[in-house]
């Protein structure tokens, strides 16, 4: 069962130029957390802003009794968490949300991760690590700085390729340029996980849906209530089945919070 | 349970309300289209604390909603379009409320037509399905073309709608209204001759939020409707009116976030209230709101709540 209530800020480290790292200490909480789950945190103990955000467990430590929210601030919300200070609390629910799911027969896995969005994936790279399958990780973002976690991946020896727009850090161009090449690979990936701008991820699904690769990508919207009241973050999926794709209106909307984020890479519609 | 658990006032304090023949065991309930069918927030608090729960907006056929984005935060407050999504009275009925059946707790069913004759029919189905305690008409959603609001704004379309449930059903009929109209006392007299057995009020606020980035409605059906704190001040002032103008109960919601929120409204003249964006935010605002109103009473040794409601009047 999920928790919600007060928590302990172990730390809150900016750790880029927008991107801050927050350990939270909450037993409870790091219980049941699965990689891909997220935590729906308040900003403020006061009435604005309204609403929670909702952040990917970025680390999960049993052993602490913490899990880690890598966010990047894009907004007041984000600036009032960057605010809060080690020792004090944050009201806090999770771990929420489906989480990704290692296939049985995975041998071979490609992880493709695009600006803030790699956070989640953080986790599962740790467990695909600790079952010993072979993973190669994309990353891919605007500019070197915002490039997350790639030290940390290096001194676990995980194999890492990186893409920048603007080519400051190593290939010049899209992470999914990159990825094409794994994608189209005969000895290549035999399944692949992603979270990222759905730009990224609309051109990832293009790609694997043509070779017929296999994944999960971990979407992003405007969250309500988080446990699947509200309706209000919805994606469209091919789950009441599509006689058409070329109708656009052959879709079925399935909540973000409760059905994801985690979804089939098959059965995701992203909108241009 | 204990008694204490039930009644957070304790032994001597009512804490029951009867809004329009519905029996509740307190004053505070869920609002409509914020506590899905129940099961969401089963996890975070005893649903049968509740004084009722007022499920999702329910339709004859399932409805698909209306496109993303459908949330948009504003100060204190939030605007949304889901559009009522829902997957349809008959799934409601097979599906939905065999679970609520379990609970202890009276069942509100927030329904939504697009003429008439589906008013009708939902009523006449749902008042044959066991375990429905009443129905809330849902005459006020800002946020589907059809339907909805353009029934609340026009008093002899609202009267219309709740003769038309008032024929086809024996559960109490609680009348949601608009609060996007020019005078609600009118459209509240005018559902009160038509039969209803109490009214809710209010639904969100018409609004809109414009990204300043993109040049371009962040939502996705342009404007959505807005709760929250932010409208607070206007549903009170709203429940005020209509508490004076007519002799029916008030079921009073609209950016109620605590007890003090909740206390304000009976006061106003509402019976009981509805607790709905809190949820979003506090998954045990109904509960705390709960524990609240008792303490208050506790306090000032109120012993009956209905002593409160309108006690602002006097």
Redo the contacts between chains.
């Keep these: 069962?999920?928790y919600?209530g007060l928590a302990e800020v172990v730390k809150n480290q900016k750790v880029g130029p927008e991107h801050f790292l927050m350990e939270v200490f909450s037993p409870e909480l790091v219980r049941e957390a699965k990689p891909g789950q997220f935590a729906h945190v308040?900003c403020t103990n006061q009435?604005?802003?309204?609403?929670?955000r909702p952040i990917s467990l970025h680390e999960i430590n049993h052993k602490k009794g913490s899990v880690s929210l890598l966010y990047q601030v894009v907004g007041r919300?984000t600036r009032l968490l960057s605010g809060m200070q080690a020792g004090g609390e944050i009201?806090i629910?999770g771990p929420l949300g489906n989480g990704f799911n290692i296939p049985e027969g995975a041998r071979k896995v490609l992880i493709v991760g695009g600006g803030i969005g790699a956070a989640p994936l953080f986790p599962l790279i740790i467990e695909l690590e600790e079952r010993h399958i072979e993973q190669t990780v994309l990353l891919g973002a605007r500019t070197t700085d915002d490039i997350i976690g790639y030290g940390h991946l290096a001194a676990l020896g995980i194999r890492t390729e990186v893409a920048t727009d603007d080519g400051s850090m190593g290939y010049k161009g899209f992470v999914t340029e990159l990825a094409e090449k794994h994608v189209k690979d005969p000895a290549g990936p035999d399944y692949f996980f992603a979270c990222g701008p759905n730009p990224m991820l609309r051109e990832l699904i293009k790609l694997t849906r043509v070779s017929g690769l296999q994944g999960q990508v971990s979407l992003e919207?405007?969250?309500?209530?988080?446990?699947?009241?509200?309706?209000?973050?919805?994606?469209k999926t091919t789950a009441g089945g599509v006689n058409d794709p070329e109708d656009k209106n052959e879709f079925?909307?399935k909540k973000v919070c409760?059905e994801g984020p985690v979804f089939d890479a098959g059965e995701v519609i992203l909108d241009d | 349970m204990t008694d204490m658990g039930v009644n957070p006032a304790g032994k001597g304090f009512n804490l029951a309300v009867n809004l329009g023949g519905l029996k509740m065991k307190n004053p505070v309930t869920t609002a409509s289209?914020?506590?899905?069918f129940g099961p969401?927030?089963a996890?975070?608090i005893d649903l049968n604390r509740l004084g009722a729960i007022t499920v999702?907006g329910t339709t004859l056929e399932p409805r698909?909603?209306n496109p993303?984005?459908?949330?948009?935060?504003t100060?204190?407050?939030?605007l949304?379009c889901?559009g009522l999504?829902n997957p349809g009275v008959s799934h409601f009925i097979e599906k939905d409320l065999p679970y609520l059946r379990e609970y202890d707790v009276p069942v509100i069913v927030n329904i939504a037509g697009s003429s008439l004759e589906e008013y009708e029919k939902l009523a006449g189905r749902l008042s044959q399905a066991a375990g429905v305690s009443a129905l809330e008409v849902n005459i006020s959603c800002p946020n589907v073309k059809q339907g909805g609001m353009v029934f609340g704004t026009s008093c002899a379309m609202a009267s219309d709608v709740i003769k038309a449930v008032r024929r086809s059903t024996g559960l109490p009929v609680i009348a949601k209204l608009s609060p996007n109209v020019t005078d609600i006392v009118e459209i509240a007299k005018g559902v009160a001759d038509a039969g209803a057995d109490a009214i809710a009020l209010i639904n969100t606020l018409l609004g809109m939020k414009i990204d300043i980035q993109s040049r371009k409605p962040v939502l996705g059906n342009i404007m959505g409707g807005l709760s929250?704190?932010a409208i607070r001040p206007v549903a009170v002032r709203m429940v005020w009116q209509a508490a004076r103008a007519v002799k029916l109960p008030i079921l009073g919601m609209g950016g109620i976030?605590t007890a003090d929120d909740a206390l304000e409204f009976i006061l106003a003249g509402a019976t009981a209230v509805a607790i709905g964006?809190a949820?979003?935010?506090?998954?045990?605002a109904t509960m705390d709101i709960l524990e609240g109103i008792g303490q208050y009473m506790k306090k000032y040794h109120v012993r009956d709540i209905n002593d409160l409601v309108g006690a602002a009047w006097k």
């Design positions: 069962m999920p919600s308040r009435m604005d802003p309204l609403l929670r919300g009201d629910m919207e405007y969250m309500g209530c988080g446990v699947g009241a509200c309706l209000a973050c919805v994606c079925e909307y409760t | 289209g914020t506590f899905g969401e927030y996890p975070y999702k698909r909603g993303t984005p459908r949330i948009a935060e100060p204190a407050g939030m949304n889901i999504q929250g704190p976030m964006t949820n979003f935010v506090n998954p045990g």
